[in-house]
Nanobody
Framework: VQLVESGGALVQPGGSLRLSCAASGFAFRNFLMSWHRQPPEKEREFVAAISPSGDRTPYANSVKGRFTISRDNAKNTVYLQMNNLTPEDTAVYYC?????????WGKGTLVNVSS
């Protein structure tokens, strides 16, 4: 199982970014995927999740209405569209899946929201 995040960058407040997580080594289309983030000196926290078919997409309250999670099962990729970013969104963003009770994480991508 491999999860590789990309798309992180330095962005100004109010800006947008789209993160990608490319998955391999498992039947991507059958599994829930999620995004999490770890702000500097804080605990890792849930951001959003998406069901295998994409019909269910729960979000953390802090990102609801600004972030959108989606997936392309043909490309084995999950996305996180982030709009109206604030400095509080600064974090390393990780994607995650659970297979057979075991958690798999990517190595993360850094999003830095600063003027």
């Amino acid at each position: 199982v491999q999860l590789v995040e990309s798309g992180g960058a330095l962005v100004q407040p109010g800006g947008s970014l789209r993160l990608s997580c490319a998955a391999s080594g498992f039947a991507f289309r059958n599994f829930l995927m999620s995004w999490h983030r770890q702000p500097p000196e804080k605990e890792r926290e849930f951001v959003a999740a998406i069901s295998p078919s994409g019909d269910r997409t729960p979000y953390a309250n802090s990102v609801k209405g600004r972030f959108t999670i989606s997936r392309d099962n043909a490309k084995n990729t999950v996305y996180l569209q982030m709009n109206n970013l604030t400095p509080e969104d600064t974090a390393v963003y990780y994607c995650k899946t659970i297979l057979g009770g075991q958690l798999y994480w990517g190595k993360g991508t850094l999003v830095n929201v600063s003027s």
